[in-house]
């Protein structure tokens, strides 16, 4: 890499610097793919590329958009909607079950009460923005849904949306009891049994907890996969509009990519 970190008065000031510019395929490719596992402030990417902060802003948004178009190419970027059971078959030939969950982003506490209250989640004690994920029984995330605030109910936003409508009947569908109630609206729901109130569950009730749990991690390994990427892990910073959605989605490429290639 061109002109990496200078220790020396001259790159700690930016007036000093000659302009900065990543001339090559290479470079652009090695700064955007740095950022999204790395995920340095950009100051300090500004420092290590031997740029000014705004510098390394520019060129991380204006290549994001490059890095998502072989990614599309690929065919592993996640869906962000299903319009129909054909689409689903087209894209997803070789699916036999998918597991749908709720994956929450850390970002910055917001200065607006109201705003506060949207995003706040109680469970993690901290403010959040949500997506629905839907993968497969390799990994592989299939589906991210549009961005909410992180007080949404995973059922009602999944409710908001068109995913089970289009998947097919025979295909199972693996949720936790955060969707409970949807077992009573489709016939290919599968959901762990809920302890009742002042009571116990059958053994036979653990054991089916139990089997339906060893099929469920399958999403959290998947989410855990897109989360290699500090990018999508880390409290947001970034407060470029709708950037938080796809930065997400594209970290769910990479994963997918990788998935592949491995």
Known sequence: MRKLIRFSPTAASPRWRSKANLETLIEK?????????????FDLAGILFDSDRSQ????????????EAPLGREMVLPERQITSIATFLERFPEVDRVIIDGVLRPIQRPQDKARQQRTYTEKKKR????????????????LLS???????????????????????IDIPIHVDLGFKGLEEEYENIE??????????????????????????????????GIKRYRAAAEIYR?????????????????WNFYREAA
């Not at 961005?147 to 936003?157: P, R, W």
């Not at 999944?158 to 998947?167: A, M, P, R, T």
């Not at 970034?238 to 990479?254: E, I, P, S, V, Y």
Request: hydrophobic share 35%; charged share 25%; glycine share 6%.
């Open 29 to 41: 490719q090695f700064y955007v793919l740095f950022y999204f596992k790395c995920y340095p402030t």
């Open 56 to 67: 390394a802003h520019r060129w991380l948004h204006r290549l994001q958009p490059i890095l």
């Open 127 to 142: 403010h959040t923005r949500k997506h629905l994920g839907m993968s497969n029984q390799d990994n592989r995330i299939l």
């Open 146 to 168: 549009p961005i909410k605030d992180g007080a949404h109910h995973d059922k009602s936003m999944l409710d908001n949306s068109v995913i089970i409508e289009h998947i097919p």
């Open 191 to 224: 959901i762990p049994h809920k302890k009742p109130r002042g009571g116990e569950l059958t053994p036979g009730q653990k054991e089916e907890n139990r089997m339906l749990s060893r099929e469920r991690v399958v999403v959290e390994h998947a989410f855990g």
């Open 238 to 254: 970034n407060r470029k509009k709708n950037f938080n959605d796809r930065l997400m989605g594209t970290a769910a490429g990479l």
